[in-house]
């Protein structure tokens, strides 16, 4: 009697496996339930008609399912692991056109070895069928909280003060240059902002500088109060991508509720800010964007590039609406900041934190600071400067306005003066070349400029005795610790504030730039 062949499920178990993983750690928690499931059914739905494709075309060649089932395989690692591929490609190989005949080549040479073999394929379809199930299986639990875990509510947090210890707000802002950056490369005079910042008791050193180029680095530097990594030490892409973790269950969080405070924690669509180490008290903007059609596929595939694929076939209206993480709208931005300035109300003390993905991209505000449609381009190289400038010009000014309504409301509504951090992690630079990839500019591909815009931060600090306190060169790793000797008194260990570059590309390519001037000079672009 011939054995039964079991058929090559491998195909749309292992294609589902991938979309899921991919989805899930480009969203995390940051958008709604259904937002995800939504995103996670049709990126499931294109990349499993990439795959059909393949499989169609095997059939012209080869009657043998096997071979059917690894070429159709084959089609959507081409499509899905594309994007990874792509980032480290695109700076060997100079151009992302070269890149993805390289990647194409090698996909349709496999293809063509699979199908010519001659010989039995019987044992990697059943290893193949077996492996795409487990690992399916070992998705379960997080497609099961994602289908049947309730939307995170915001649970009730009024109740009656107990002590006079300050509040302390941390809150991150995304690409925010320096006021001397703003105003020789955006004609964006800072000085009303920051004058109003130090009439309500803030120090705004005029020096500050990033100590990474990269979010994720300067976010451990900010939270550890100490620097990650430094030249020399090396590192790879996952040991990059593990500084999320870091971020989320940085020690600090730990020893703020040891010292009494309730931590309060605003959620992200940015990875490493999406979730924190639980228990913090997690308040949830409830209008946070959901992904695009297919976002996740899209992103990951070698379609990013293609625009009737991301905007239909009517075309973009103004630039491609594809983002490398799913983005929050204006209307979420407002309810963190007016949620926040409600804390003081609550039970305390209160230790929050809100990384607000602004004045980075996508531009939220029109000229007038009303909302317009979220707009990010795909690089900073190609577009007209005068467009750009002006676009993030009117986003620092408008997000000035809400932050200055936010901090007055806090001081008023607080017993105790409170602490309030605003602390930029970078400038910006102009230094994107493929905002989808993450391909920044090389080092020596920048002006000095757009090196020293990028590496100077605004900041500005409100706590005991800032004005005495707070140096005018201050970068984030010294931050925390200032914060822990202003207000607890602890004895402080002044690092130096150092500056080091490295491309997105190769975030452990550190080169040290401190000695660098960081003073705005004639424009970064």
């Known amino acids: 009697m011939q054995q039964r062949r079991l058929p090559p499920s491998f195909p749309l178990s292992i294609t589902t496996y991938l979309v899921v993983v991919l989805a899930v750690q480009r969203s995390g928690d940051a958008v709604s339930r259904w937002g995800l499931l939504r995103d996670l059914f049709t990126s499931c739905l294109a990349a499993l008609v990439v795959a059909a494709v393949g499989w169609a075309v095997a059939s012209v060649v080869s ?25 480290f490609a695109q700076t060997a190989f100079g151009t992302g056109g070269v890149a993805f005949a390289i990647w194409s080549a090698l996909a349709i040479l496999l293809a063509a070895t699979v199908l010519l073999s001659v010989r039995p394929l019987d044992g990697v379809r059943r290893a193949l069928n077996i492996a795409g199930a487990v690992l399916l299986l070992l998705q379960l639990p997080t497609l ?46 800072h000085r009303p902002f920051e004058d109003s910042l130090r009439a309500l008791g803030f120090a705004v050193p005029q020096e500050a500088r990033a100590n990474y180029a990269l979010t994720k680095l300067a976010l451990t530097a900010f939270l550890e109060g100490r620097y990650p990594t430094v030249p020399g030490e090396g590192g790879t892409r996952s040991e990059y991508e593990a500084l999320s973790s870091r971020i989320q269950s940085a020690a600090l969080w730990e020893e703020l509720r040891q010292r009494g405070y309730r931590v309060v924690f605003f959620p992200s669509t940015f990875n490493a800010t999406a979730i924190t180490a639980p228990p913090a008290l997690v308040l949830r903007a409830p209008r946070s964007s959901a992904s695009l059609w297919a976002e996740t596929w899209i992103v990951n595939s070698p379609f990013a590039g293609v625009s009737w694929v991301r905007c239909g076939f009517g075309g973009c209206p103004e630039e491609p609406s594809a983002t490398p993480y799913p983005v929050e709208d204006l ?85 105790t003066p409170p602490v309030i951090l605003l602390q930029g992690d970078h400038g910006h630079g102009f230094i994107s070349v493929d905002v989808l990839r993450g391909v920044t500019l090389e080092r020596d591909a920048m002006s000095p400029g757009q090196m020293e815009e990028r590496m100077s931060t605004f900041a500005a600090y409100r706590m005991p005795r800032a004005a005495g306190v707070v140096w005018d060169s201050i970068s984030p790793v010294n931050v925390v610790p200032l914060l822990r000797h202003a207000v607890f008194g602890d004895s402080l260990v002044r690092l130096p504030d150092r500056s080091y570059w490295s491309p997105y590309q190769r975030p452990f390519d550190l080169v040290d730039v401190t000695a660098g001037r960081l003073k705005a000079g004639a424009g970064s672009r």
């Open 63 to 87: 009657t043998d399912q096997t071979r059917r089932g690894l070429v159709a395989l084959l089609t959507a690692l081409w499509s899905l692991l594309y994007g990874s591929y792509a980032i």
């Open 331 to 415: 209307a979420s931005v407002d309810w963190k900041l007016r949620m926040l300035a409600t804390l003081p109300d609550s039970a305390g003390p209160i230790a929050a934190f809100l990384h607000l993905l602004v004045p980075h991209e996508p531009y939220l505000f029109d000229d007038g600071c009303a909302q317009r449609d979220p707009w990010w381009p795909l690089n900073d190289l190609d577009g007209d400067p005068a467009v750009l400038r002006q676009a993030y010009a009117s986003q620092v000014r408008c997000l000035d306005a809400r932050l200055l309504r936010t901090v007055s409301d806090l001081l008023a509504r607080s017993r």
């Open 144 to 189: 099961a909280r994602l289908t049947f875990a309730a939307d995170a509510g915001n649970p009730a947090w009024n109740g009656t003060r107990d002590d006079t210890r300050p509040d302390i707000y941390i809150v991150i802002l995304d690409k925010y240059s320096r006021g001397d950056h703003l105003a020789a490369n955006y004609g964006l005079d």
